[in-house]
């Protein structure tokens, strides 16, 4: 299990309870959603996972075998290097290309070889049908082409896991199907994918394991979605 969550209490950084008694997990190849409305806790669940925000009640609270009631703040920044994570407004760095963007994770993680950095920007890009946009600025492309770019920085590190906090909610319908079908095909080579949403439609054309967040509980949802 990648992770492993039981009876876990998700607090805001002031201290206010938004969840109680969470069990989750997600399991290789996995691709779950979270849904729920604004302020019931979904973004604050993702960021125990990876390590933002510190959880102090749990049964069990594991992320790749790391007790996260314990973990210390060097070792979050080894753990992110297991994950791969995408927001709402892609959070690619403006004033550099898209090359550059790339390269900049790949040697803050420790990188150093030309070639093989080199080598895997072209990979990514290539995972994500964005080949020949090296040289391009963030401006020069869409809304749908950044994301895109902000998906192929979170395989830089072949993540174990890849947590994406409303990654359609600024996309045209058609671009955001998009998003979503590679999200399932990142899915399908063993990376679990965890995405929270509110656009309810998705979860009917791009099936996976449902999680909902309701007056201040985690609940599975599944079922519910199943035939929709």
């Known amino acids: 299990m990648l992770i492993d969550y039981k009876n876990v209490t998700v607090s805001h950084d002031d201290g206010d309870v938004v969840l109680d008694g969470v069990d989750f997990h997600a399991a290789e190849g996995e691709f779950i959603y979270i849904i729920g409305k604004v302020g019931s806790g979904k973004s604050s669940l993702l960021r125990t996972i990876y390590g933002e925000l510190e959880i102090d009640e749990a049964d069990k609270a594991m992320v790749f ?116 079908g590679l999200f399932r095909d990142i899915s399908a080579t063993g990376t679990a994918v965890i995405v929270t949403t509110h656009n309810i439609a998705m979860l009917g054309k791009f099936h996976g394991v449902v999680y909902q967040c309701k007056d201040g509980k985690l609940t599975e949802v599944t079922a519910d979605y199943a035939e929709k």
Do not use: C, Y
Request: hydrophobic share 35%; proline share 3%; no cysteine.
């Open 65 to 180: 075998e790391r007790d996260m009631t314990k973990i210390r703040r060097k070792e979050v920044q080894m753990l992110r290097r297991e994950l791969g994570i995408i927001f709402q407004d892609f959070k690619l760095l403006t004033d550099r290309s898209v090359r550059r963007n790339l390269e900049f994770v790949l040697k803050a993680t420790g990188w150093k070889k030309k070639d093989e950095i080199e080598k895997r920007i072209a990979e990514v890009l290539r995972d994500v049908k964005m080949e020949g946009v090296e040289d391009k600025m963030p401006h020069e492309l869409s809304g749908g082409e950044q994301q895109r770019i902000a998906i192929a920085r979170s395989l830089l590190n072949s993540p174990k896991v890849i947590l994406a906090d409303e990654p359609t909610g600024n996309l045209d319908p058609e671009t955001a199907d998009n998003i979503m």
